[in-house]
Structures are given as structure tokens and as C-alpha cells.
């Protein structure tokens, strides 16, 4: 891929690099950017025009202090009880800013699913394979991208999980 398709998409150098050596340069095209950003998912998806839980977000938490990544619709949150018992850990937190940004590479707000400076385990809700397209980060929360969730989640390296809060 060349830089300048890089640039005119607004996707993070690094998330570009990734979507390259993954073979997906086909969706450079497809990446949307929003000059007033969109830090949230419900941000996200009035830019886009899409139901808040097409929105797909990459959570870092930290299980007994290892970074682990959770992908999860935007519509619901984590229960980290659940992702506690999911990965036979002691104790699961919200990742501080810190953390989130030397394990992937991005900060909060922007982080895609995958092309992170780090290898984690990555947890991907089932909710998300609700939708025939979900839409994620592309490295900045300026810009986001398409795709179906089995990609996704399949270049992600996830597992498919049940770590939704419910609702009563």
C-alpha cells in the first residue's frame, strides 16, 4: 500500500501497516473519517448512521495486571466478572490509558481490533455476530472501518465469548 492511500484514508499509520500485511488493502477505500472525531460509540454511530450495537469496541482490561483485549457491541458493556471467570483470573480491571497505549499502540478512543504493537489474548462477544457489518477504529477517533464480525474477530485472533453485562 502506498503512503498516500494511507494518508487519504486517515487511518493510523500502524493500523495501515496492519490492514497491508493482512492482504486487506481493499479496505483503505471503505475507511471513514470524521473531522470532529468520535471518541464514543454512540459518537461513532450518529457519524456513521448505523444502530449503536453495529459499533464494535476494543476494550483493554487488565486480568491479574496482563492486558487483555475485549471486543464488544456498542451498545452493551463488559461484565468483568465474566471475563474474570472466562480467563481463570484473580482480578479484572479497566485498563488505565497508559496501559491501553503502550499494549496496542493507540489511545483510547481509537484502538482497532487488531494491529496493535503487542500480541494479547482477545475476547470477542458473540453479540457482535448479531450484524451482517460492524464498524471499527482505524487507529484514531477520527476514522472507522467496515466489516463483517467473523473477519474481524477471525483477524483479531479473538474468542468467541458470552461477557455482556445483561440487563435485567
Do not use: N
Not at 484473580?90 to 493507540?106: D, F, N, P, S
Request: with cysteine; aromatic share 4%; proline share 5%.
Amino acid at each position: 500500500m502506498t503512503t498516500s492511500a494511507a494518508e487519504e484514508s486517515g487511518a493510523h499509520p500502524r493500523f495501515a501497516e496492519a490492514l497491508s500485511e493482512l492482504g486487506l488493502d481493499d479496505l483503505h477505500p471503505r475507511i471513514r473519517r470524521f473531522p470532529d472525531g468520535a471518541r464514543t460509540a454512540v459518537e461513532a454511530a450518529e457519524a456513521i448512521g448505523c444502530e449503536l450495537s453495529e459499533i464494535c469496541k476494543s476494550l483493554i482490561f487488565a486480568a491479574d495486571g496482563v492486558p487483555v483485549l475485549v471486543l464488544m457491541d456498542g451498545a452493551s458493556r463488559v461484565d468483568v466478572e465474566l471475563v474474570r471467570r472466562e480467563l481463570g483470573a484473580e482480578k479484572v480491571t479497566r485498563a488505565r490509558a497508559e496501559l491501553v497505549r503502550e499494549t496496542t499502540g493507540y489511545a483510547i478512543g481509537g484502538v482497532p481490533p487488531f494491529g496493535h504493537r503487542t500480541r494479547t489474548r482477545v475476547l470477542a462477544d458473540r453479540s457482535l455476530l448479531d450484524h451482517e457489518t460492524v464498524w471499527a477504529a482505524a487507529g484514531t477517533p477520527h476514522t472507522v472501518f467496515p466489516m463483517d464480525p467473523k473477519t474481524l474477530i477471525a483477524h483479531a485472533g479473538g474468542t468467541l465469548v458470552d461477557v455482556r453485562e445483561q440487563t435485567a
